[in-house]
């Protein structure tokens, strides 16, 4: 499925560097978010934009900044990352932020900090 | 934290029908119940939701209880292709609905 894509798909930074993440869907959605995905760990829920807007921040580290241009991109700005931050990446899009209906998910980042 | 639960691991042989359950005792009266399967590496699919009763598509049944506290997911006649995370995804009333996954089954089909 080529709905939502991520780049790049792997990614291996120094705690010093400065990387972006970036996500892109092709369906016409109007809410994109971004979930961590720790080994043996479930989602956890990072940002959500409705509309271009941030609607939740789910006490993120600042180390992480989201930036959403449009609906159909979202970026996810890293800097001054730590070991433990080292986990899977994926944005996701569904039509409204709403509980009704399917969130449709990117391949993912793989991210590891060293 | 999440508060749905859900057994950690499954295992299951061709052709057979497997139910997974989660529980769900915080749900909101607003909130749907998701289910999604994941493969190792790549992103969830979405496999299918429903509200009440029952709800039925190509690929799964989704049956949920009349007090809505828990639901199952029946994957009919698995195939090794299934062997894969499923999660359970509901609101959490103590968090103001925000969708939160389970830990996720990890079902293990045999030949």
């Known amino acids: 499925e080529t709905g939502v894509t991520q780049t790049p798909r792997h990614l291996v930074m120094g705690m010093t560097n400065k990387k972006s993440l970036k996500c892109e869907q092709h369906?016409?959605?109007?809410?994109m978010y971004w979930y961590k995905q720790s080994a043996k760990k479930p989602l956890e829920l990072m940002f959500v934009?409705?509309?271009?807007?941030?609607?939740e921040n789910n006490s993120v580290p600042s180390r992480f900044s989201p930036e959403c241009p449009n609906s159909s991109h979202l970026f996810l700005h890293l800097h001054t990352l730590q070991p433990e931050d080292s986990a899977l990446y994926l944005c996701?899009?569904?039509?409204?932020?709403?509980?009704?209906?399917?969130?449709?998910f990117g391949p993912g980042t793989r991210l590891l900090v060293l | 934290l999440a508060k749905t639960t859900q057994p950690i691991s499954m295992d299951s042989y061709e052709g057979q029908e497997v139910n997974i359950t989660c529980s769900h005792n915080?749900?909101?009266?607003?909130?749907?119940i998701t289910w999604y399967q994941q493969f190792p590496s790549q992103g969830p699919r979405f496999i299918i939701q429903?509200?009440?009763t029952k709800v039925t598509n190509e690929v799964a049944s989704l049956f949920i209880p009349a007090d809505r506290k828990s639901s199952t997911l029946s994957l009919p006649r698995v195939s090794l292709s299934d062997t894969a995370v499923y999660y359970c995804?509901?609101?959490?009333?103590?968090?103001?609905?925000?969708?939160?996954f389970g830990q996720g089954t990890e079902l293990s089909v045999k030949p």
């Open positions: 429903g509200y009440k």
């Open positions: 995804l509901v609101g959490d009333e103590n968090q103001g609905g925000k969708l939160i």
């Open positions: 996701a899009s569904s039509q409204a932020h709403s509980q009704e209906g399917a969130q449709y």
């Open positions: 934009y409705n509309f271009k807007e941030q609607t």
């Open positions: 369906l016409g959605h109007n809410a």
């Open positions: 915080n749900i909101a009266t607003n909130d749907y």
